[in-house]
């Protein structure tokens, strides 16, 4: 049984085979010119009953019930469950010994108890909590199962309960669709977005925002404070003062908080009404004015007082029509600017500005990608990195001429969208980046890469990596796994004749041999972030003696 339609796919239907799969007809009764999609239930208890929910791209098409094994159909209703996620989420189940009663969800949950007919709504996704929500605990009223519903599922064990699979996670229901709670404590699923953000004084302090489920603080624990609405987009905090927090919804939806995300106002960015905005519109706080923010529309937008002020740097379109997707600022000079668009109307592009946005210049020698992100080095005004999006492209480029050439450093990487970049501040030639596979590393400014961490690393699409100074360490917000951390690549071992922040002297080992305890010596001529780590004569890693901040002077580590 074929259940999914495309798009405007002229094989749009329900297909079914008498045969075992070797020949397949169109099921006759049901929609064929629909434009979203078909979803099926079969009854456990009565396989002749069947029922489809059909969905054109955004807006119902009906359920429709069979009582003869699909050979004919009917009607039932033509409630509009699915309304504009027709293409995308909407789904029947029948209770397994109960042929007559159905879930019908899509945007709610919905239940008939007369084979489809009359389907009454027992959820609002709007009912949500807000606030910090306990792990395992109540998300909401029993009437509150989470919007866009992909899957409902009757257990096989216990006909009366039921599990919604929705773009919050998973809801249970022990009275046949009734009421609902919250499955979701322990799972890490949540998506996402750029950019994430950390307070610079407090590693307790971080907000993010997610696909379809709002904007999260977190508070130190498992325990995250949903804040703003919608679906998450980019965050910020202050650099200067934490109690000054920035989150959005989508489409550039700036919200702005002056205690520390207890609440929140507007900071709309008034100026860019009537402009196109990309889903996940970007802002950027200045490297050393978190004043001065420049946000992206069809035009760049700035404000100098926080947000509450806005104006264009231009009258015309930056980039004849085609919106901003992503914002960098010169840590060096805050009148230097470089933004990447997206294909609206024409090619992507990259383009800098040299006095604040009033005028742009097109930046050539790039791949007809969308850049996804765009970074300063760290001590080099002249350095920038982009990474690209798409395929059978190179991924990262970096310029070290301010943007008149480019060249790609993409050895050891592999040929999947590429969504962001750091660079540690204390090491620079560390770049890490963030791809729809995982994590990666260079060791030497990005002429190689190789995957960097272990576990959640592996196989996840990150979509941005930040810094978290208060407690160094690298922040990995994934669509998918939710945000973990790890430790940043310890400093490099170098000879005495490079600059003393990238040297460290370790001395020989004392007693040797030693059977019981050895101690180790080494020396830092200036404050920096050292790693020792224990490794077998294989050269496998016991443990991680020590990975910390260290002061200038010596320093001694007993180990047994």
Not at 182 to 211: E, K, V, W
Not at 251 to 279: D, H, I, P, Y
Not at 399 to 406: E, K, L, P, Q, V
């Amino acid at each position: 049984m074929g259940i999914h339609g495309a798009y405007l796919s002229p094989d749009a239907g329900v297909y079914r085979s008498t045969d075992g799969g070797n020949s397949w007809s169109l099921s006759p009764g049901l929609p064929s010119d629909y434009t979203g999609k078909t979803m099926l239930a079969i009854s456990p208890y009565e396989p002749q009953v069947m029922y489809a929910s059909v969905a054109d791209a955004f807006v119902s098409r009906g359920l429709y019930r069979s009582t003869d094994g699909g050979d004919n159909w009917q009607l039932m209703s033509t409630k509009d469950v699915a309304a504009y996620q027709g293409w995308y989420s909407h789904d029947v189940a029948v209770m397994p010994n109960v042929p007559n009663l159905v879930l019908y969800g899509g945007i709610d949950m919905h239940k008939s108890i007369t084979g489809g007919a009359n389907p009454l709504q027992k959820s609002y996704w709007y009912n949500w909590d807000f606030g910090v929500t306990p792990v395992g605990g109540p998300e909401g009223p029993p009437d509150y199962v989470h919007a866009d519903i992909h899957g409902i599922y009757f257990s096989p064990h216990h006909s009366h309960q039921a599990f919604a699979v929705t773009d919050g996670g998973v809801l249970f229901s022990g009275d046949a669709g009734e009421s609902w709670e919250g499955r979701n404590g322990g799972f890490q699923s949540q998506q996402f977005y750029a950019n994430f953000s950390n307070s610079s004084t407090d590693s307790s302090f971080a907000i993010g925002g997610m696909q379809d489920n709002a904007t999260a603080i977190y508070l130190g624990g498992d325990a995250w404070r949903r804040v703003i609405g919608g679906d998450g987009m980019s965050t910020a905090i202050n650099p200067d003062n934490d109690m000054v927090v920035y989150g959005t919804s989508q489409n550039l939806n700036l919200q702005r908080s002056m205690n520390r995300g207890q609440t929140f106002s507007s900071a709309a960015v008034t100026s860019a009404n009537g402009e196109a905005k990309n889903f996940n519109a970007p802002y950027e706080l200045a490297p050393n004015n978190p004043n001065l923010i420049f946000a992206g529309a069809q035009r760049l937008h700035r404000s100098t007082n926080g947000g509450a002020n806005w104006a264009a740097t231009t009258t015309a379109l930056v980039d004849g029509g085609n919106s901003i997707l992503t914002i960098a600022i010169s840590p060096f000079d805050e009148d230097v600017i470089y933004i990447g668009t997206s294909p609206n109307f024409n090619d992507p592009r990259i383009l800098k500005s040299t006095n604040s946005g009033s005028t742009w210049t097109y930046i050539n020698g790039l791949p007809n990608r969308t850049a996804m992100d765009i970074v300063f080095h760290p001590d080099d005004e002249e350095t920038v990195f982009v990474v690209f999006s798409g395929f059978n492209t190179e991924h990262v480029y970096r310029t070290t001429d301010g943007g008149a050439t480019w060249t790609a450093i993409d050895n050891g990487l592999p040929d999947v969208p590429t969504n962001t970049l750091f660079i540690d501040p204390d090491f620079p030639q560390h770049l890490y980046v963030g791809n729809d596979v995982g994590l990666y590393i260079s060791y030497d400014s990005g002429d190689n890469w190789e995957p960097y961490g272990e576990g959640p690393s592996d196989a996840v699409m990150v979509m941005h990596l930040s810094h978290s100074p208060a407690n160094d360490k690298l922040r990995i917000a994934t669509h998918g796994l939710g945000v973990y951390q790890v430790d940043l690549a310890e400093a490099p071992v170098t000879s005495s004749n490079e600059p003393a922040k990238e040297r460290l002297l370790l001395k020989a080992p004392y007693p040797n041999p030693s059977s019981d305890m050895v101690t180790i010596e080494w020396q830092l001529p200036a404050p920096t972030r050292a790693r020792l780590s224990l490794y077998n004569a294989q050269g496998r890693l016991i443990r991680v003696l020590e990975n910390r901040a260290m002061p200038a002077g010596d320093h001694q580590y007993h180990c047994r």
